[in-house]
């Protein structure tokens, strides 16, 4: 996924970032707003984009290398759950149990 630009205008991401799976990548919020990419938009504030590209460059021994708050696991987990599913167009059974079961767990 392009983390580094906006997928669409190429320009640096200065300030609100989305990611969407749809588009493989960052949206700059012009092009969010403007209608020129489209979602689901999820917002990325600076420690998820870092743990995202950490996570897509490390070598794989240090994948769970780094620290993020509970919130930003969670927004991690979302958001790679998202990406899988978009990306393999399908969903899975088994995912749906394991959500199910946790949520009356909690």
Known sequence: PNLDSCCFCGKELVDQI???????G????????GGKAQGPFYPL???????LTYVLGCPPKKIFSFKLSDKG???LSRLSEECLLYNL???FDSLKFYKEITQEIS
């Open 73 to 75: 696991l969670s927004a």
């Open 89 to 91: 167009d399908r969903s």
């Open 26 to 33: 960052c949206v700059c919020s012009a092009c969010r707003k």
């Open 18 to 24: 989305f990611f969407s799976p749809r588009e493989g």
């Open 45 to 51: 504030d600076e420690g998820l984009l870092q743990a």
